[in-house]
């Protein structure tokens, strides 16, 4: 089986798009989609239908309980709450019910998925080391877990002795005896000094993990941002991959 698997398209349309070209060449029997569909970008009710249209499951982001209403944005940084107030005035009633229902984590025997960390889905935590990741792997009984929000694409692998690592490596064949916490990167807005969109390929029968890049019309989307007068920070830093 082979699962393709993405997160924080935070309403980059053009980043999105180039991921649809890509999941047409690999032709994955199952997409999945780990939450932040709005947020940032101008396109929030574009991407929002893109995704539904596209993916098999969908999970709950900040951002998007944030646009829905069932979360504050006083813990968001200045920028990303102008982000959110923009973006709650052009969703429709019907889409922040819609997002708002969406679960925020889901366990399957081979894997778990969540936005952020499957310690405590609903707290938002950030998965940068290997120390936050390590908390996290009681709290799913598979042996993989996919996740995304903090917009970097690594890997996470414990070993039987309770050992965590970072693993930098983009590719990675799956081991019997360790378990693993995979950050799938972010479509539309990557943190990892890296402008390309990220994804990633898992195929169950190889046991193998892909983070894959697609460059996209990064230039169309800034001008979007600038256009619809969000932050121009937020058009500046897709440029950097920061
Ligand atoms: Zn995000």
Not at 83 to 109: D, G, M, N, R, S
Request: glycine share 6%; hydrophobic share 40%; net charge negative.
């Amino acid at each position: 089986m082979k699962y393709l698997l993405f997160s924080d398209v935070h309403g980059n349309l053009e980043a999105l798009e180039s991921l649809l070209v890509y999941i047409s060449k690999v032709q994955p029997d199952k997409v999945l989609f780990l939450g932040d569909a709005v947020g940032y970008g101008a396109n929030p009710v574009e991407c929002l239908l893109v995704i539904t249209e596209t993916a098999d499951l969908c999970l709950q982001g900040n951002h998007d309980a944030a646009a829905a209403g069932a979360l504050s944005i006083n813990s968001f940084n200045p920028l990303a709450q102008q982000a959110i107030l923009w973006t709650e005035q052009v969703l429709t009633e019907e889409e922040k019910t819609y997002l708002h229902q969406l679960p925020l984590i889901l366990h399957f025997p081979e894997f778990c998925l969540v936005h952020a960390s499957p310690m405590e889905p609903e707290q938002w935590h950030y998965l940068l080391k290997a120390e936050d990741a390590a908390r996290n792997f009681p709290f799913f009984s598979s042996p993989l877990c996919f996740i995304g929000h903090s917009h970097r694409p690594g890997i996470f692998a414990l070993d039987q002795r309770g050992v965590c690592r970072d693993i930098t490596e983009e590719s990675l064949t799956l081991e019997g005896n360790f378990r693993y916490i995979v950050n799938v990167g972010s479509v539309g807005q990557p943190r990892d000094g890296n402008p390309k969109a990220a994804c990633c390929l898992f195929d169950s029968s190889e046991k193998s993990i892909r983070i894959h890049r697609l460059a996209y019309n990064l230039e169309r989307t800034q001008q979007k941002i600038r256009q619809a007068h969000l932050p121009s920070f937020l058009a500046e830093r897709l440029s950097y991959g920061i």
